[in-house]
């Protein structure tokens, strides 16, 4: 991994010679066939996070997750033995899903000591095992040990469950890489404290990571989110990026620190000057990071603000300097439609007033992720014209050209694999 600054002259996209500068295709984005193969090419291949080990308190506890890209629903466990293990959430009987309450389709949670279904009453314990089947002597030389659950590998990194529907595929350790073994250490569980928001968003799943992995749009897309003298600064200076790093499939990049806390108070809001926070979060830190893992602020700049990491294909990272963190997970419905959840996790407060101040933390972010989100049927419906089919990339958005690259890899790859004759959709 390359801990270097940016050049006087130069750019970050130069030292990635392998990603080119020449304006990009957005096939990917649009077509329903290129679709199809990313389901399998990368949804059924990667390791993709479901969750955290604090959703899992105790043996028993359990949570279902939809995975629509990769046609399955997924049961993630603690068993008696303290493990964490996933299951494909179908009954071995007759098909049916195992776990859900009012509505199928709906995510759910909660403890228990065996898994029955609502159908014919199977039932199957911790480890998958089938430990009662109604009116047994009715099937014919029925062997239980025959019909356990499908498991689904799952592993966990720094308290971050992940799964993978790929039996063959690299140990997750393996998979995350150099920048994952940068963040090792980072306190991830003293952050319990969760804000959590859901949307269904009319677009590719990429287009939002694209509007995510670049900090190029914010001086122009939330100009009004500043006070009047500060937005026309910052869209006179415009964005540069601290730092660029791409690892494998994964990418990221750091940033300045903004107003978390401004020097000058006029800078900001009545609000957030009133309750110490704001989109950065609290400026008054709850727990102090001393060293901050090596990953963090690779820079090491003094006007360190975020640092952004995209784990491939659809987990994104935010460790910012008032120590609290942010994820993103996009997941595919369609071509052209995925859902997009947020989640900031803060030191539990103390008092009333820190709780405040990760509300309106929380409450700004949800004002910012609207503007994003809010862009991004615009572009899908024009992309989809094809009016224009190429698109010029600039050097802060490397993370960008390098996201849709990685993809169309993982699909040509599993066309050679699967021994395909015809193109690829997307364009190279």
Partial sequence: MSYFKKPAEGSWTQHYPELGTAPVNYEDSISPEHYELERKAIFGRTWLNVGRVEQLPKKGSYFTREIDAARASVIVVRGRDGEIRAFHNICRHRGNKLVWDDYPREETSGVCRQFTCKYHGWRYDLTGAVTFVQQEEEFFDLKREDYGLVPVRAEVWEGFVFVNFDDDAAPLRDYL??????????????????????????????????????????????????????????????????????????????????????????????????????????????????????????????????????????????????????????WPTSHNTHIFEGGLYFVPPKNASERLRQELAAVTFKEYGLQDGNTLEATQTMLESRVVKEFPLNDQEILLRHLHRTAREYVEDHEKRQGASGPVTAAR
């Fill in 177 to 330: 890489g150099g920048l994952a073994h940068g963040l090792e250490g980072y306190p991830f569980g003293e952050m319990t404290q969760v804000f959590k928001y859901r949307a269904e968003i009319g677009s590719n799943w990429k287009l939002f990571i694209d509007a995510f992995a670049e900090f190029y749009h914010a001086p122009i897309l939330h100009a009004k989110q500043a006070v009047g003298d500060e937005s026309r600064k910052l869209q006179a200076a415009g964005f540069e990026a601290l730092h660029y790093d791409i690892d494998g499939p994964h990418g990221m990049v750091s940033s300045w620190g903004g107003m978390a806390p401004p020097k000058d108070p006029s800078m900001v809001k009545p609000i957030e000057r009133k309750l110490r926070s704001g989109l950065f979060g609290p400026w008054d830190r709850a727990i102090d990071i001393d060293p901050l893992p090596p990953g963090v602020n690779p820079a090491r700049h003094r006007a360190w603000g975020v640092d952004s990491f995209l784990f491939f294909p659809n987990f994104m990272l935010l460790v910012w300097a008032p120590n609290w963190y942010l994820t993103y997970h996009y």
